[in-house]
């Protein structure tokens, strides 16, 4: 008879603890755990409470020995920041585990929770977890003590333009906005002739510098001023100051080349318009349409003005107008403008309505113009030009009148355009009283010129209705698809990011 035997099972054996004589499995220190932490904290020499610095400024975090850097709360890259304030005494010990633990986002506390190994009596290891408070300091960062001081600048650029129209600044803005050039100002000043941008380094500077250069055709000069000196370090403390000087031409100006920079551009005439200023200048013949591209170079090498000013624009009635449709080229003529229809029309000043006198003159406007159209013009017949070019050229090359562009109702469009454009803050002084008209030429100009509107943001301004891309009168507006929704980000009180349209 054949009996089954049962395996034996081998159960490990129990030991007392040296101190409480509790029965636990044996370990190198032959010591329950409760009694070993009572003997031995590892923690010990970890700051349980250490303090953060903050920029409420800027939001940012001072990492030592002298670095602000951006973290969101919980995030990665707090969570290192921390820890690198208690690096030293983590050392000793092997950290397994670290988490934050949630506090109120107004509190001015962060809570991390640190689980930590250490090897202790005879080779037993024991792991701890303990939690680390830091206190948020607030701290000016050295950045924003600058921009508080307003007065501690290394380098400034002043950019000024000869001019009475401000159209290429308020371009120039739009430009700085959209590529975010703005962002290592100081502080940006606004005179009656130009704009001062501060910058806390010469390279910011520098970097300014060269962006408008290849946006508006401009040139520049650089000085330096010492303020302080170390003899026995050989350091030099300087404020660096750079004049940038934009060219004297605006959009809609009316121009006189040299005869020697005419035949250079394609033996164009003299008298030529203005039809944009972007890196370079764009200039048409209203007489043959044809166009021509003059750099700033070319502009330093063969400098010419504006013939009129601004106010000098006068309303004129279009009478009759006929489309030219077979123009005779010279021989070595330049590019003529694909967009433009070259027009013959007869016009009258709606000043001298009660008069007979009209003027005949060629028109770049042909493809917008109608009897009984309003447009805006210079009247050189009648104007007093004193430009050494145009005393030079014969009076039968001279024409009497130059339309630049058809007038519409401005209070219509006022009230109709459902845009709008983001402005620099800047210290605003010595304000001249039609810089609010000279601004909305310039939002005319975009609703016009296709090209311009390529470089600039447009906002949707949800105040106002959405209609055509047209009036009733056929004045051009910016079609909803060329607008960006202005989007406005805040923060609630809990932390979360709240867009609204």
């Known amino acids: 008879m054949e009996y089954m035997t049962e395996p034996v099972k081998h159960t490990p054996g129990h030991i007392l603890c040296c101190d409480c004589g509790v029965p636990i499995s044996p370990n190198p220190a032959n010591i329950c755990v409760a009694c070993l932490r009572s003997k031995v904290d590892i923690s010990q020499g970890i700051p349980k409470q250490v303090s953060v610095s903050f920029c409420k400024q800027c939001q940012r975090y001072f990492q030592p020995p002298g670095t602000w850097v951006q973290c969101a709360l919980e995030s990665r890259e707090l969570l290192a920041l921390c820890l690198k304030k208690i690096k030293a005494p983590l050392s000793k010990v092997r950290l397994v585990d670290a988490s934050f633990v949630w506090t109120e986002p107004h509190s001015k506390r962060l809570k991390v929770k640190l689980t930590i190994q250490k090897e202790v009596m005879n080779g037993a290891i024991l792991q701890q977890v303990f939690v680390v ?3 948020v300091q607030p701290q000016m960062c050295g950045d924003c003590h600058r921009v508080e001081a307003k007065d501690f600048w290394k380098a400034v650029v002043q950019v000024r333009q000869k001019t009475l129209h401000k159209k290429t600044f308020y371009y120039l803005e739009q430009l700085i906005l959209k590529y975010g050039m703005h962002q290592n100002t100081l502080r940006i000043k606004d005179i009656h002739d130009g704009l001062d941008f ?4 010469k390279q910011h500077a520098q970097k300014m510098v060269e962006f408008l250069q290849c946006t508006v055709p401009t040139r520049y000069k650089a000085s330096q001023r010492l303020i302080s000196q170390d003899v026995h370090s050989n350091t030099y403390n300087y404020k660096s100051t750079f ?5 004297p031409i605006c959009k809609d100006n009316v121009v006189c080349l040299s005869p020697k920079l ?13 039809i944009r200023v972007t890196s370079v200048i764009h200039l048409i013949d209203p007489n043959t349409l044809q166009v021509a591209d003059i750099d700033g170079n070319t502009f330093w090498s063969h400098p010419f003005n ?6 000098q624009l006068e309303e004129f009635i279009v009478m009759e107008c006929s489309i030219v449709r077979d123009l005779k080229r010279n021989a070595g003529a330049g590019m003529i403008s694909k967009k433009h229809t070259l027009g013959e029309v007869w016009v009258q000043k709606t000043s001298e309505m009660n008069t007979d006198k009209q003027y005949f003159c060629r028109t770049h406007l042909g493809h917008l113009l109608n009897p009984g159209d309003l447009v805006l013009g210079f009247d050189l017949a009648n104007c007093n030009l004193n430009d050494e070019h145009v005393n030079k050229m014969k009076s039968d090359r001279v024409p009497d009148v130059v339309l630049i562009k058809k007038s519409y109702d401005r209070t219509k469009r ?8 983001k402005e620099l803050a800047r210290d605003r002084e010595n304000l001249d009283t039609d810089d609010e008209r000279q601004y909305q030429d310039f939002l005319e100009d975009l609703e016009e010129d296709e090209a311009i509107r390529k470089n600039v943001n447009i906002y949707r301004d949800s105040t106002i209705p959405v209609e055509g891309d047209t009036d009733d009168e056929g004045a051009p507006r910016i079609s909803l698809a060329e607008m960006l929704e202005d989007l406005h980000i805040s923060q609630d009180a809990t932390g979360e990011e ?4």
């Open 262 to 274: 005419a035949q250079s551009l394609g033996n164009m005439n003299q008298i030529c318009v203005c």
């Open 306 to 311: 504006s013939l009129c000013h601004p106010k």
């Open 243 to 247: 004049s940038v000087e934009i060219v």
């Open 414 to 421: 006022q009230r109709r355009r459902n845009w709008k454009l």
């Open 133 to 135: 408070d830091y206190v």
């Open 498 to 501: 709240d867009q609204t349209p």
């Open 198 to 201: 501060y910058y806390s380094s």
